[in-house]
């Protein structure tokens, strides 16, 4: 599956979903918690939060991830590793989200482009896809 296509339906899961878990580590411990902002800018798949936030900090220490989304019947988890957007026009498509608008700056937002490494797709009934 090609990068657009794999973009594209990990966005349309999400959206149906609403929001999606992020995880990950601190001091060799799992840190999990909701977010609900994912976009694709110049075919990346961007996350943001403010970078005051512990994630932020975890993430740029250690950049592997994992993600889960699911509905009462199915679920994708991602893994791979979360960068951080330096990109002038990037962060500026990012601060133009009305969960951003106001709250952050350029200086306080935390914006990662994800390298996506394994994309599954799974369902109660047994389903399984490895889309990447």
Same mark, same amino acid.
Do not use: H
């Given at each position: ?21 992020? =995880?990950? /580590?601190? *001091?060799?411990?799992? %840190?999990?918690?909701?977010?609900? +902002?994912?976009?694709?800018? #110049?075919?990346? !798949? ?22 889960? =989304?699911? /509905?009462? *019947?199915?679920?994708? %988890?991602?893994?791979?590793?979360? +960068?951080?957007?330096?990109? #002038?026009?990037? !962060? ?41």
């Amino acid at each position: 599956m090609g990068k657009e296509n794999l973009n594209k339906k990990i966005l349309d899961f999400i959206k149906e979903t609403g929001m999606f878990f992020y =995880a990950t /580590t601190e *001091e060799g411990m799992p %840190r999990v918690r909701p977010l609900g +902002y994912i976009e694709e800018i #110049k075919d990346e !798949l961007i996350i943001a939060i403010s970078n005051t936030k512990d994630m932020a900090k975890q993430t740029l220490a250690k950049p592997d991830f994992e993600i889960c =989304a699911s /509905t009462p *019947e199915k679920w994708l %988890r991602i893994k791979g590793r979360a +960068y951080p957007v330096s990109d #002038k026009e990037i !962060l500026s498509k990012v601060l133009e989200c009305p969960i951003f608008k106001g709250r952050l700056t350029e200086e306080t937002v935390g914006a990662f482009y994800l390298e996506l490494e394994k994309v599954e797709y799974f369902t109660l009934f047994g389903e399984y896809s490895c889309l990447k």
